[in-house]
C-alpha cells in the first residue's frame, strides 16, 4: 500500500493494545505511554513490568480481614494497639486505605472482595460473606456482643443496600451492634446545590446540634 | 501505629510507584491501576507486561530512516510505490504516524530522533543528522537534485527552527529542494481567535485563491 496507517511495528501495536486495555486509557495516551516507555532506559521498563508482575504473582491476603498484605496478617490485624471488636465491612482494599487516610477509624476491617450484583453475576459466594459471619460468631462468643460492632461502609447503591441486608439477617441472631456510615449533605455543601435524596435524608436523620 | 495510612502491602507500594513514573498519570490513577491490575487473571496481567518487555527489548529501527520497524528496512522504506526520492524529515516515530494517517504523502521518512536543544543538552550528535546527510547526499549523485526535495516537518518552535537550519546548512550545497511544512490558519479557523503571529504569517505566506 502507499499510505501506511497500520501500526509500523507488530511490536508496538501489541504494547499499546495492552496498554489501551487498561480502565481510562485511550488509544491515543496508550500510544503516547508506549512510546515513553520505549525512550527509557531498559533497566527501568524491566523495573516497570517487574513491579506489576510481582504484586500479581506474590501479594498476600491477610488471613483474617483479606486485606492485601505481604505476610499472612495484615498491619491493622496484627496490631494489638487496634480495636479487634468493631468490624469495618467494606467492598475493597481501596475503600480500606481511603477510611485510614481519615485517621478517624481505631478499628478493624473485613474486605468483602466485591458487591452482590446479580447484573454483574456477583453472588454472595463470590464474597468473604461467611468468613465475615464466622468472624461475627467468634466475636460474640469471646465478648459481651454489646461490646462488638459492626459497621457497614458500603457504597449508597442498592447494590450496597443489598449487600448490607444480606449480611444483616446473617449476623443479627449474634446480637452484636450493627450500624451503617452517616449520609447527609458533605461538609461546607450549599443546600441549593444538594440533590433531593440527600437532602431529604439529612433532614431525616438530623443529628443533635453541638455548638 | 494506630493509625495506618502507609501502603498495605510494599509490593502495592512499588506497583503503584512505577506506574506514577509514567507521563501524565498520577498517584490516586496509579493506584487504582495498580488494583485493577491486581484484579485481572495472572495470565492477562503477564500478557500486559510481557508485551510492553517484548516492545523494550526486540523493536528494531529501519536502517535507512530510524523508523521503529520489526525489521532492517520498515515498511515505508521497503515499499516500491512510495518517491524514495522524497524525504520528510521528523523529530519522532509519533509525527510518522500522524503524517501517514492524512494519507496525503507519497514520500519517505527520516526519524531524527529528537530535535536540538540546548537547555535539554540535546546536540546534533545525539541525533541521526550525519544519516541524513549522507541519505540526501547520495540522492543528489543518483538523480537531478532538482528532481529530490527533504521536507521539514518539525515543531514550529525555536528548537524546530534550530535544527532545521542546522540541517539547511548541511544539505543545500547538494542543491536539493529543500521546504517546510506550510504555517497558517488551521482550516476552518475563525480570524477572532487566532493569534497574531500565525494571522500575521499567513497573510504574509499568502496563497493562489483556488476557486
Not at 503516547?32 to 527509557?40: F, G, I, P, S, V
Not at 513491579?51 to 491493622?76: F, Q, T
Not at 464466622?134 to 454489646?146: H, I, Q, Y
Request: overall charge negative.
Amino acid at each position: 500500500m502507499i499510505y501506511n496507517d497500520k501500526y509500523p511495528s507488530a511490536l508496538l501495536q501489541e504494547a499499546v493494545e495492552a496498554i489501551g486495555s487498561l480502565p481510562g486509557v485511550g488509544r491515543r495516551s496508550a500510544l503516547k505511554l508506549a512510546l515513553h516507555l520505549l525512550r527509557q532506559p531498559v533497566e527501568n521498563v524491566r523495573h516497570f513490568t517487574g513491579a506489576i508482575d510481582r504484586l500479581r504473582n506474590e501479594v498476600k491476603y491477610c488471613s483474617v480481614c483479606r486485606m492485601i498484605s505481604d505476610g499472612d496478617l495484615c498491619g491493622i490485624c496484627s496490631d494489638g494497639k487496634r480495636d479487634h471488636k468493631t468490624i469495618c465491612v467494606v467492598e475493597s482494599v481501596q475503600d480500606v486505605m481511603s477510611i485510614e487516610k481519615t485517621r478517624q477509624y481505631t478499628g478493624v476491617y473485613h474486605v468483602l472482595g466485591g458487591i452482590i450484583s446479580p447484573i454483574d453475576g456477583t453472588g454472595p459466594s463470590d464474597l468473604t460473606i461467611s468468613e465475615l459471619v464466622s468472624r461475627v460468631s467468634a466475636l460474640a462468643k469471646d465478648f459481651p456482643p454489646e461490646e462488638t460492632e459492626v459497621i457497614f461502609a458500603l457504597s449508597g447503591d442498592v447494590e450496597g443496600e443489598t449487600t448490607a441486608f444480606y449480611i444483616y439477617r446473617q449476623i443479627s441472631p449474634f446480637g452484636v451492634k450493627v450500624s451503617a456510615l452517616a449520609r447527609g449533605l458533605g461538609f461546607g455543601d450549599d443546600l441549593d446545590y444538594a440533590d433531593e435524596l440527600t437532602l431529604g435524608r439529612s433532614i431525616v436523620n438530623r443529628q443533635v446540634f453541638r455548638p
